[in-house]
């Protein structure tokens, strides 16, 4: 069986939905239509519902994440994306990032919460784990694995700039986590932060 090739595009606070828009009638038309190759799209939640409407219109082989999801379900929790209100308008949910737990206080345990929404609602959790010590929660479909120094591979000429990682080194995380949380056919291992350059790119998914 061909391993299946996930690629999760994560726009963080960008994109105004026009913008977004332009992005999907853009990009859309040129991504292939393969059983083995999955792209999600993650924009603000602003975004998710003209962007779910686009993708159904123009027939792209698009699915659609959110960066984040609540930890509660519906109620007086004011600010809160409930797992319960984006059921149907997303097919995945990313937990855990580091930005939440460095900019917000984001802890495992919450992780483990919205895990359990995001389950419970029929919405993938790709889970976030920054190093190999970082608990993944039960029930857990996806990991992405997300070292802190990978982060904003961008910015090459920036002090925030992040360090690529290398296929040698993604290989030996994929190995431990595998023997870890079992094969990729159970729990797919995504793995966070840009390539330094196509090769880079090619090498980590061959691995």
């Known amino acids: 069986?061909?391993?299946?090739?996930?690629?999760?595009?994560?726009?963080?606070?960008?994109?105004?939905?026009?913008?977004?828009?332009?992005?999907?009638?853009?990009?859309?038309?040129?991504?292939?239509?393969?059983?083995?190759?999955?792209?999600?799209?993650?924009?603000t939640f602003n975004c998710i519902s003209e962007i779910k409407k686009a993708i159904l219109v123009g027939n792209f082989p698009l699915l659609v994440g959110a960066q984040d999801l609540s930890p509660f379900g519906v109620g007086a929790?004011?600010?809160?994306?409930?797992?319960?209100?984006?059921?149907?308008?997303?097919?995945?949910?990313?937990?855990?990032?580091?930005?939440?737990k460095k900019n917000f206080g984001e802890t495992d345990k919450t992780v483990a919460e919205k895990t359990k929404q995001a389950l419970g609602n029929n919405i993938i959790p790709l889970v976030c784990i920054q190093s190999e010590e970082v608990p993944v929660p039960e029930g857990c479909r996806m990991i992405t694995y997300e070292p802190s120094w990978a982060i904003s591979t961008w910015f090459t000429n920036k002090p925030e700039a992040g360090k690529a990682d290398t296929p040698e080194n993604a290989n030996r995380i994929a190995s431990f986590l595998k023997q870890k949380y079992g094969s990729p056919t159970r729990?797919?291992?995504?793995?966070?932060?840009?390539?330094?350059?196509?090769?880079g790119c090619g090498e980590n998914i061959s691995e």
């Open 1 to 43: 069986m061909d391993k299946t090739i996930w690629i999760i595009a994560n726009w963080k606070s960008n994109k105004t939905i026009a913008e977004a828009l332009d992005w999907i009638s853009e990009v859309g038309p040129k991504v292939p239509k393969q059983d083995n190759l999955k792209v999600v799209v993650c924009p």
């Open 77 to 100: 929790y004011t600010g809160e994306e409930p797992a319960q209100l984006l059921n149907g308008l997303i097919n995945l949910a990313i937990l855990g990032h580091s930005e939440r």
């Open 187 to 199: 729990t797919p291992l995504i793995f966070s932060g840009i390539c330094e350059n196509l090769s």
